[in-house]
Each structure stands twice: as C-alpha cells, then as structure tokens.
C-alpha cells in the first residue's frame, strides 16, 4: 500500500507564495505519475496540475498557468507544487494524487492513490 502524505499549507496573503510537498511512503511502485487536485468549500475536486514519471512533462489547469509549477524528486519519492501569486480563490484543501504508469492525467478517476490533503487559506 502506498502512503502520500501532503505537506507546507498554511495562511498567506494574496500575492504571497507557498510551496506544498506531497511524500510517497510504503510499498511505492515505478514508474508513477502524480497530480495536484484542489477542493474548495461547496465545490467539486478540481484538476489543479500533473507531472509524468520523469518531470519532463507537466500539464495545469488554467486558472493557475504561469503562477503554479510542479516539480518532482524521485530519489526522495516527493512531488511538489510551487504556488506564486496566490489568489483569494486559490483557497482549498489541496490533493495529492497517484498512479501506476509513466503518464500523468487531469481526470479525478484515472488516480489510485490519494494524500489526506492540506488546507491553503489565501486571505485578501
């Protein structure tokens, strides 16, 4: 059974930065692919990015292009998520997500493996 544990939320000002990880524990598997999902209160889980197995391919939704990058370490089997010029409507409990295979995907159902998620407050 594979763990991920998400990590590094917190309150930040609009304009400010913050930096989650998410640290894959247990029975890992090679290659995997993992993505970020968000969950904002009264709202449905969304796509926030993804990265294949060996970071070369990224994909983000739009409404955080150009502000979010996802990284990966695959020695420390950590996948990040470097957030800049947080937004207000940037606030939710953020996902890790994991599956079997070397392609990443934007689709909830496609992942396998889920973190416990960890809140992100962006005050205005």
């Known amino acids: 059974q594979v763990q991920l544990v998400e990590s590094g939320g917190g309150l930040v000002q609009a304009g400010g930065s913050l930096r989650l990880s998410c640290a894959a524990s247990?029975?890992?598997?090679?290659?995997?692919?993992v993505a970020w999902f968000r969950q904002a209160p009264g709202k449905e889980r969304e796509f926030v990015a993804a990265?294949?197995?060996?970071?070369?391919?990224?994909g983000y939704a739009d409404s955080v292009k150009g502000r979010f990058t996802i990284s990966r370490d695959n020695a420390k089997n950590t996948v990040y998520l470097q957030m800049n010029s947080l937004k207000p409507e940037d606030t939710a409990v953020y996902y890790c997500?994991?599956?079997?295979?070397?392609?990443?995907?934007?689709?909830?159902?496609?992942?396998?493996?889920w973190g416990q998620g960890t809140q992100v407050t962006v005050s205005s």
């Open positions: 247990g029975r890992t598997f090679s290659p995997y692919a």
């Open positions: 990265i294949n197995w060996s970071g070369g391919s990224t």
């Open positions: 997500a994991a599956r079997p295979g070397y392609y990443g995907s934007s689709s909830l159902t496609d992942y396998d493996y």
